[in-house]
């Protein structure tokens, strides 16, 4: 099966990376230090599993030289979705799927409607990995795993996907209720994301705060609030299981949005916390954590976004 990685940072070099690794066919696209160190070094991926190396050859930073693809793993920043939708042409056949792997919620219908060819599906990424360098991707433990499924149930190309991701030790699993498998991992990540990057705290230092951990859990009930307000069937007592779900994470482990805020980027909060502020004002559900979030990371994210040229 032949793969394109578009946005080949922590999750698409991670996960693109364990393809390559068992044989399957992967093009990376990439821009700036990070391809340019790919293009000279290979793809590096520090693993929990064992360290190893994909060689130079299929990274490039556009895709035509990649042609025809069965799967695209769309892993970039909730903010260049609309840029990157519009280069994936030349890859895109009729048969061709769009595995959306990225944060937020509602990304594949997006997708779906800029793409001239193809199908895109919803997806959530569970993995801790970073570029901690050009050219290299970290993931120093905890999960490895995908959730996805087509939007259309009749669609059975899932499960072939799933079974090719499975034989390289990715653990995937297709969604039977794809709303709530994205909602599931949405409350968390919103939370996560905005208290790790506002505080500058890992989850340990969270955790092991009482205030700060009355905190968190504020900020997913109130995510938990606006999806039940959606009538999405997100699982009873998803709050107290997310936290026994962290206790067996790293505890200096931090969010990609506190990487991307510590290493000046631009971060996804229109993503998180703005769609839950823009959901609770149409359903009436107050998110006043969620509206601190917000207020004390919007600077940064316009600072940034400014500067790299938006």
């Known amino acids: 099966m032949k793969f394109v990685v578009v946005g080949s940072g922590g999750v698409g070099g991670f996960f693109g990376g364990k393809l390559a690794q068992h044989g399957e066919e992967v093009w990376f696209l990439a821009r700036g230090r990070h391809l340019a160190a790919m293009q000279r070094e290979g793809l590096r991926v520090a693993a929990a599993d ?11 930073d556009t895709l035509s030289a990649a042609g025809p693809a069965d799967v695209i793993l769309f892993c970039v920043k909730t903010y260049d979705t609309e840029s990157a939708a519009a280069l994936l042409a030349p890859v895109l056949t009729d048969q061709s799927v769009v595995l959306c792997l990225q944060n937020g919620i509602n990304n594949e219908e997006k997708i779906e409607r800029l793409i001239p060819r193809g199908t895109a599906y919803g997806g959530a990424a569970y993995v801790y990995a970073t570029v901690t360098e050009p050219g290299v991707v970290t993931q120093p433990g905890g999960p490895t795993r995908i959730v996805f499924g087509p939007r ?5 190309r899932a499960s072939v996907i799933r079974r090719v991701l499975a034989d390289t030790g990715i653990r995937a699993d297709v969604a039977d209720d794809l709303p709530a498998a ?3 991992k949405f409350i968390f990540i919103t939370a996560v994301g905005g208290i790790t990057a506002m505080t500058r705290l890992t989850l340990g230092d969270l955790l092991g705060t009482t205030e700060s951990r009355l905190l968190l859990e504020k ?3 109130e995510a938990e609030s606006i999806a039940r307000a959606l009538k ?5 007592g998803i709050v107290p299981r997310m936290f026994e779900n962290l206790k067996s994470m790293a505890t200096d482990t931090y969010s990609s949005m506190y990487h991307d805020l510590v290493n000046h980027r631009p971060l996804e909060l229109d993503a998180f916390s703005g769609t839950l502020l823009r959901y609770g004002k149409d359903l009436g559900v107050p998110t006043p954590t969620h509206e601190v979030i917000y207020a004390s990371l919007l600077p940064h994210h316009l600072k940034h976004l400014d500067a790299r040229g938006h």
């Open 50 to 60: 064992g360290a190893f190396t994909i060689p130079p050859g299929r990274m490039a």
């Open 152 to 156: 259309d149930p009749r669609d059975t």
């Open 182 to 184: 994205l909602w599931t």
């Open 219 to 221: 900020a997913m009930r």
């Open 232 to 236: 999405i069937r997100v699982p009873d």
